[in-house]
């Protein structure tokens, strides 16, 4: 699984680090620091991640199984 985060819908809800701490984390802005980025979930937080994506009013957040 991994997760793609698109900054440019990120409105800096916060939800996203205060369900899925151990994938997100904010910048000094309140923002996801991990805006524009995509990147492998760790074996074992894929419903941590799925809870995140699905957390997020903007949609910026992205859980996919997709290998490519």
């Not at 000094?28 to 524009?36: F, K, L, P, V």
């Not at 894929?46 to 490519?68: F, H, L, R, Y």
């Amino acid at each position: 699984m991994k997760i793609i985060v698109n900054g440019a819908l990120c409105s800096g809800h916060g939800r996203c680090y205060d369900v899925g701490a151990l994938l997100f984390t904010s910048d000094d802005e309140g923002y996801c620091a991990e805006r524009d980025t995509t990147f492998a979930v760790p074996p074992g937080l894929e419903a941590s991640a799925a809870v995140a994506a699905a957390s997020c009013p903007e949609g910026a957040i992205v859980a996919t199984d997709d290998a490519s």
